[in-house]
C-alpha cells in the first residue's frame, strides 16, 4: 500500500514539475530583462495561395459529381508557375504546370487583365476551375477570387461561372466566402 501511495506522489511531482517546466518564458524573461519571443508563423504570398489552391480543390465537385482533388495527381496550370513551384512537391497529388495545358484548375496570377480575359474568354464554359487575385477577377468570368485583407485572405466565388462550366461548389466553402453572381454579390 505505502508503494502505491508513494508512486501516486511521485506521478504527481513529475506532472507538476513538467507543468512548471513547459510554462512560457513570459514570467522568467520578465524577471532577467530579456526580451519576450513570441513565435509567429510567417508565410509568403505565394506559398498561400499554393495552400488555399490545394484546399479549395476538396470542395470544388466536377461535372461528374466527384471532388477534384480525388483526381490524382491534381493538374494545376499557372500563367507564372515559379513562385509556386516549390510548394507543389508532391507530384503523386498535385502537379503544377505552365499554362497553356490540360488541367482541372487554373491559376491566374498577374497584373496583365487583357491577358487574365482573353485566357479566360478561351476556357469559358471548359469544365477547369478557375482561381485568381484580382479586383476585376470574378467580373471577367473568373470563379474564386482570392482578396487580400490586411494579413489574411477573403474568398470570392462566382457561382454562375462555376455553374457554366458544370463545378459545383460546396456549401461549406460558399458558407466562407463572398458570393457572386458575375458582378453581383448574392
Not at 498577374?110 to 479586383?135: E, H
Request: glycine share 6%.
Amino acid at each position: 500500500m505505502g508503494f502505491l501511495i508513494n508512486h501516486k506522489l511521485l506521478t504527481i511531482i513529475l506532472v507538476v514539475l513538467f507543468m512548471v517546466g513547459s510554462l512560457p518564458c513570459e514570467s522568467a524573461c520578465a524577471k532577467t530583462d530579456q526580451p519576450v519571443q513570441k513565435h509567429t508563423l510567417r508565410a509568403t504570398q505565394p506559398q498561400l495561395q499554393a495552400l488555399f489552391i490545394k484546399k479549395i480543390t476538396k470542395y470544388v465537385l466536377g461535372p461528374d459529381k466527384r471532388r477534384i482533388s480525388e483526381e490524382r495527381p491534381v493538374t494545376v496550370a499557372a500563367v507564372s508557375p515559379r513562385p509556386m513551384a516549390r510548394f507543389f512537391n508532391r507530384p503523386e497529388e498535385f502537379e503544377l504546370v505552365r499554362w497553356p495545358a490540360d488541367c482541372q484548375v487554373l491559376f491566374l496570377d498577374g497584373d496583365n487583365m487583357r491577358v487574365i480575359a482573353a485566357i479566360l474568354k478561351k476556357i469559358k464554359g471548359l469544365p477547369i476551375l478557375t482561381i485568381g487575385s484580382s479586383p476585376e477577377f470574378l467580373s471577367m468570368g473568373g470563379m474564386i477570387n482570392l482578396v487580400e485583407s490586411g494579413s489574411r485572405f477573403k474568398l470570392q466565388v462566382n457561382v454562375c461561372a462555376a455553374r457554366q462550366a458544370g463545378l459545383t461548389i460546396s456549401s461549406k466553402l460558399l458558407n466562407l466566402s463572398e458570393v457572386y453572381c458575375g458582378e453581383k454579390s448574392q
